[in-house]
């Protein structure tokens, strides 16, 4: 790709959840590029290719690398390895890998003769152009790429990567906490979508406070909204002490070590 924003020729492989999420962020918005997608998924490739006039589906993984010049690697774990040896990548090659658990250099032997190869981590929000797309080393062409999709964050460390990427495993309990709330609040009268409305809309802005706040701990945000004698004060007495934090602690530790790190044990 050119350093002047030419149209970008870009390949993915694996069509599943989070490289739909990443060519809809890309179709949709400014950038000029045209993507070649893996025929796996059929559903998803075929409908990526339907959806958007700079899709294409190819007939293969390699016709996918043939094709473009930045290659997006969108597997699960278990066969990305198996996969990606037995394709044949090109030294111009420039490689991003959404993969968490195959570590950077590993990747590297992996995609020979490509030399340029990142870890990135977006989310399926990109689809809709949210949120911040970590990803490593820090390279001034990869962030003009992944600028359309969201905005690009990048970090000199894999493993400060991976305690971020820890942090996207609690995407479920964080819905699940949200369903609690929201059933608490049906059980006791209140009208389902109601609630519903609510709890999303109250979480959503109490993010967004805490986002905007550069140098602000949580904590401090926390006690700032305890008053004392207050609602929150009582129930933040009620909940720090009990089991939830270390809870949280622990599973953040347990999916570390799936990355190959050791724990934090804080
Ligand atoms: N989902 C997320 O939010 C997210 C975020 C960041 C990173 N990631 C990482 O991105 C990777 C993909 O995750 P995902 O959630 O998108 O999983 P997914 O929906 O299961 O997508 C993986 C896709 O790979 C396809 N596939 C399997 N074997 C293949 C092969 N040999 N060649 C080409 N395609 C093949 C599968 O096709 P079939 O359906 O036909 O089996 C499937 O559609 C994982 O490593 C994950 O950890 C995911």
Redesign the pocket.
């Known amino acids: 790709m050119g350093e002047n924003q030419q149209s970008v020729r870009m390949g993915f492989?694996?069509?599943?959840?989070?490289?739909s999420a990443a060519v809809e962020g890309f179709c949709t918005s400014e950038a000029d590029c045209s993507i070649l997608v893996?025929p796996?998924?059929?559903v998803?490739s075929k409908g990526l290719e339907s959806r958007f006039t700079q899709v294409r589906r190819a007939r293969s993984?390699q016709e996918v690398l043939d094709g473009s010049e930045v290659v997006f690697l969108?597997?699960?774990?278990a066969?990305?390895r198996a996969?990606l040896s037995s394709l044949r990548f090109r030294e111009d090659h420039t490689v991003l890998s959404?993969?968490?658990v195959i570590p950077r250099a590993e990747l590297e032997n992996l995609v020979r003769p490509a030399s340029r190869v990142f870890k990135v981590?977006?989310?399926?929000y990109v689809a809709k152009h949210l949120g911040l797309v970590p990803f490593l080393p820090p390279d001034e062409s990869v962030a003009r790429w992944l600028r359309p999709l969201a905005e690009p964050f990048p970090l000199e460390n894999e493993r400060e990567l991976h305690l971020l990427w820890a942090i996207?495993g609690l995407i479920s309990p964080f819905f699940a906490q949200m369903e609690e709330v929201r059933n608490w609040c049906v059980a006791g009268g209140a009208d389902p979508e109601h609630a519903r409305r609510y709890t999303a809309s109250m979480y959503a802005c109490l993010a967004a406070l805490a986002e905007g706040k550069a140098g602000t701990g949580f904590g401090e945000l926390a006690r700032e909204a305890a008053t004392p004698g207050g609602l929150n004060e009582m129930a933040l007495r009620m909940i720090e002490p009990g089991s939830t934090f270390r809870d949280l602690r622990q599973a953040l530790d347990a999916i570390l070590v799936r990355f190959g790190e050791p724990p934090v044990k804080p």
């Open positions: 492989i694996g069509t599943g959840n989070i490289a893996s796996r998924n059929e998803k993984n969108a597997l699960r774990p066969v990305a996969e959404f993969i968490p981590l977006p989310l399926p996207t």
